[in-house]
């Protein structure tokens, strides 16, 4: 019985053994990157999620690559992963799409999105999905009908706010303004005609967009899906309802159901709904924190915020109505606007990273990646790179000037790049630079409390930005 024992022991021993040995050492036909694969199951997510300063590269990033080099391995939530930090390599790498190296969502994301989401899609059904984005967020659907609705969703809100007796949170009202345009457009949502909150389910499913996929109660993912299925539910009536009755809602859900209902349709009402899904969190999450900074930033740096007031009120200044809306034309003439928000863009990283999955082995930079695997793409660290920013980390729009303002590069990627440029780039945009016009020339402010914004990675404001606000021409 006691040998029994002991061999059973010892069996159990080599077992644990060489399953922690093939952990930490992959097979591979050829040669790996260096890297540690960290602990069996976990690898290294809590390393990857640890909180960071806005200000500074992702020491989880930077303490592999002071080890390891631009090119490393690891392991996050399960997932076999190469990071690569070299930009020059990056760039091709996104400029490449075929069927062997395809973009990739983690299966957290997928399974919050929908394993058929617009942005697992890839070849002529990504180039289709594009496509019909576009005629919500390109730029002609902007200038002919969007921009006005922009304008008054922003002015609206800005009156609000500078109504209120308190002081105001600027991240939470701009995803209340964002969410309310967004939904508008998308599915004609009105909040208040809904017991089922869509904002406040949609607040409690980003605190897990990107954590640790734990489905378990008291974990930030859990809490994450029981979000989307509250929100998909929503989604999801009223697209049944539409498809039932069909009453037009002259929204972008019109376009849809066109599309669903056409012979041999490449959207079917499932993925049609999660394409609903995704739009409307992009859309109002991305945007509002890019506001939300622009507010902080126009607050720190009194000289941008001149030289903005400036440009806005020039272009006021050449109205035959002072008060008409923005247009088209002004929109495009806001150069030092654009420089500010490619700027903001820089240095916030909204999407630091991106992947790749590997069909079938390949060679980078003399490795081996075998099938399979990841490759995480660090988008940030170019944009942090002396040798082509000077002072990197220092917020100086300036520092845009007589450059392409439209259009990404190796050295700059805050929409994107490749073959996947974003989608809604246009669209942030135009956003961004109306909340900019309206806000410079028409309002006064001042911080009372918050403004911190660390990443983990994504980005995070634990204490909002509270401002207290008043029209100009009542101080």
Not at 49 to 70: C, D, N, V
Request: glycine fraction near 6%; hydrophobic fraction near 40%.
């Amino acid at each position: 019985m006691y040998v029994a024992a002991v061999l059973l022991v010892t069996l159990l021993v080599v077992k644990i053994s060489h399953w922690v040995y093939t952990w930490a050492n992959p097979k591979c036909n050829g040669k790996l990157p260096p890297g540690s694969m960290g602990l069996p199951i976990i690898g290294e997510t809590i390393q990857f999620f640890t909180p960071y300063s806005l200000y500074e590269t992702q020491p989880f990033i930077k303490k592999r690559m002071a080890r390891y080099g631009s090119v490393f391995r690891t392991n996050i939530a399960g997932q076999k992963v190469i990071v690569s930090t070299d930009p020059v390599m990056n760039y091709s790498i996104m400029n490449t799409e075929n069927k062997s190296l395809l973009f990739w969502c983690t299966d957290g994301l997928s399974h919050i999105f929908g394993n058929q989401n617009f942005l697992s899609q890839h070849g002529s059904v990504h180039k289709y999905l594009r496509s019909l984005v576009l005629h919500l967020t390109g730029r002609e659907i902007l200038r002919q009908k969007f921009l006005h609705e922009i304008d008054q969703t922003t002015r609206s809100h800005l009156h609000s706010w500078a109504s209120s007796p308190g002081t105001v949170n600027v991240r939470d009202a701009c995803a209340e303004m964002i969410f309310e345009s967004s939904a508008k457009k998308l599915i004609s949502y009105d909040e208040s005609k809904y017991s089922k909150k869509l904002r406040q389910n949609y607040r409690a499913f980003k605190l897990g967009i990107v954590s640790f996929p734990m489905y378990f109660p008291g974990f930030a993912f859990y809490e994450c899906i029981k979000g989307r299925k509250h929100i998909r539910k929503v989604i999801e009536d009223i697209y049944q309802e539409r498809k039932a009755t069909k009453v037009p809602g002259h929204d972008f859900l019109d376009r849809v159901l066109e599309e669903v209902e056409k012979e041999n349709a490449v959207l079917n009402d499932s993925n049609a709904i999660d394409l609903l899904f995704v739009l409307l969190f992009a859309a109002f999450e991305t945007v509002s924190q890019s506001i939300t900074l622009i507010t902080k930033y126009l607050t720190d740096h009194p000289q941008v915020l001149a030289e903005l007031t400036e440009e806005h009120e020039g272009i006021i200044s050449r109205r035959e109505d002072e008060n008409s809306e923005v247009t088209w034309e002004e929109y495009k003439s806001m150069t030092f606007t654009h420089m500010v928000i490619n700027e903001i863009v820089r240095l916030a990283n909204i999407i630091p990273v991106t992947f790749r999955k590997v069909l079938k082995d390949m060679e980078l930079d003399g490795y081996t990646i075998p099938a399979g695997w990841v490759i995480m793409m660090v988008l940030l660290l170019v944009h942090f790179d002396a040798d082509k920013y000077e002072d990197p980390l220092a917020f100086n729009p300036w520092r845009w000037k007589g450059k392409e303002l439209h259009t990404g590069t190796k050295t700059f990627m805050g929409f994107g790049g490749g073959v996947r440029p974003c989608a809604g780039a246009d669209f942030a945009k135009v956003h961004l630079a109306v909340y900019i016009h309206y806000l410079v020339t028409k309002y006064r402010w001042s911080v009372v409390k918050g403004g911190e914004v660390f990443k983990q990675p994504a980005l995070k404001f634990p204490n909002g930005l509270h401002v207290k606000i008043a029209e100009k021409h009542k101080i």
